[in-house]
């Protein structure tokens, strides 16, 4: 059974970080891209980050650029460091696992939502002073 669970959200002031956490298990973690991406109710889903397996190659979106790094380690967890949080931050963010099982070229990483087939339950993030 595929399970991605997310962890490490919460309260933090503006520019504060946190560190998220999400750990796969149920499937081959070495062979899929991962990504985060977050919802705020009343808008789309939207895309913050995402990593290739095959190179490390990451995507950001660029309200988050310099601010969040993504990373992944070999005890099947996926990382989002979130750093300087801003007051636009806040959502529910998602841990996601690609459809590559491997076959995607080296230095292509998946972007698209259509390009993950697997979704953790979100974890919470509020940033308010």
């Known amino acids: 059974q595929v399970q991605l669970v997310e962890s490490g959200g919460g309260l933090v002031q503006p520019g504060g970080s946190l560190r998220l956490s999400c750990v796969a298990s149920?499937?081959?973690?070495?062979?899929?891209?991962m990504g985060w991406f977050r919802h705020v109710p009343g808008k789309d889903r939207e895309r913050v980050s995402t990593?290739?397996?095959?190179?490390?190659?990451t995507y950001y979106a660029d309200s988050v650029k310099g601010r969040l790094t993504i990373s992944r380690d070999n005890t099947k967890t996926l990382y989002l460091q979130m750093n300087n949080l801003k007051t636009d931050d806040p959502a529910t963010y998602y841990c996601?696992?690609?459809?590559?099982?491997?076959?995607?070229?080296?230095?292509?990483?998946?972007?698209?939502?259509?390009?993950?087939?697997?979704w953790g339950q979100g974890t919470q993030v509020t940033v308010s002073s």
């Open positions: 149920g499937f081959p973690f070495d062979f899929h891209g």
């Open positions: 996601a696992a690609d459809r590559s099982r491997g076959g995607y070229p080296t230095g292509y990483v998946a972007t698209e939502e259509y390009e993950f087939d697997y």
């Open positions: 990593i290739s397996v095959s190179d490390g190659t």
